[in-house]
């Protein structure tokens, strides 16, 4: 969940600095894209890193929770690998 609200406040922080440098200054959208994503980075950077962090955290269960499962077979020999191991000291 706070992965969600630390993209939401990112890309409000981008819109806020991008419409208006390309509605009110008629900027092109390339270079107010450009200040739009620096400006964003650098706010969300300074002013929301406990949140950035608790994004982070959200985002490594997520992938730990996925990650690859291995079979009884890998299991095993991962077992006979340490074994021998153990065995050499």
Not at 15 to 21: K, M, Q
Not at 69 to 80: G, I
Request: without cysteine; positive net charge; aromatic residues 16%.
């Amino acid at each position: 969940m706070q992965f969600l609200k630390y993209t939401v406040i990112r890309l409000a922080l981008f819109f806020v600095v991008f419409l208006p440098l390309v509605f009110l200054l008629g900027w092109s959208a390339y270079i107010a894209g450009l200040i739009a994503l620096v400006v964003a980075f650098a706010v969300s950077y300074l002013f929301f890193n406990k949140l950035r962090l608790a994004a982070n955290a959200d985002v490594q269960k997520m992938f730990a929770a996925n990650g690859p499962k291995k079979s009884k077979r890998q299991l095993s020999d991962e077992e006979a690998e340490d074994r021998f191991l153990d065995g050499d000291k």
